[in-house]
């Protein structure tokens, strides 16, 4: 036979463990919001980047980088760091940019570079506004074109009405 002892000690301790897993049961219901940090950095973004670019124009495509080397400027650190608050799960990125001197040497990181990374930009296959084949385009011009809204001029009836409710 359990005893009165035995049986306060049994409902303690049950009592004990129930509101230790009382908080992981109601987790669900506290909002934890989502934490981003750093340089959040669309694909779209690092496919701009090619070999040779300045400081500069890295700076206007993907921002101001997280981290520069206090020892020397020539290394760029582009650091993404997300926590979802709803699962705890957490997503890191680093784009790490490598310089020579002002231009652009090399690009690791977790990103995918593009095909065209290797083509600097003056080499690059963009349209000039120097070759002479290029015409700019124009809207198409229809020859029955109409306004969408006819505009009604007022007769002499409806003006001398106007004028008398202005008065």
């Not at 919001?33 to 090619?50: A, F, I």
């Not at 310089?99 to 652009?104: C, E, Q, S, T, Y």
Request: one cysteine or more; aromatic letters at 8%.
């Amino acid at each position: 036979m359990i005893n009165k002892k035995q049986s306060l000690t049994l409902v303690s301790a049950v009592a004990l463990s129930l509101s230790l897993s009382g908080c992981s049961v109601f987790d669900w219901l506290i909002y934890k919001p989502d934490v981003p940090q750093g340089n959040y950095m669309e694909t779209q973004q690092v496919d701009k980047l090619r070999i040779d670019m300045t400081k500069e124009q890295t700076e206007y495509i993907l921002g101001r980088p997280v981290l520069r080397d206090s020892f020397s400027d020539d290394t760029w650190y582009y650091v993404y760091h997300f926590k979802s608050g709803r699962d705890a799960s957490i997503t890191h990125k680093e784009l790490i940019i490598h310089f020579n001197g002002d231009k652009v040497s090399s690009v690791v990181g977790d990103y995918d570079l593009s095909n065209d990374f290797n083509t600097p930009l003056g080499q690059s296959s963009l349209p000039s506004v120097n070759q002479p084949d290029l015409k700019p385009l124009l809207p198409e011009v229809r020859p029955d074109a109409k306004p969408l809204v006819e505009e009604q001029r007022p007769t002499l009836k409806n003006q001398a009405k106007t004028d008398n409710e202005a008065l």
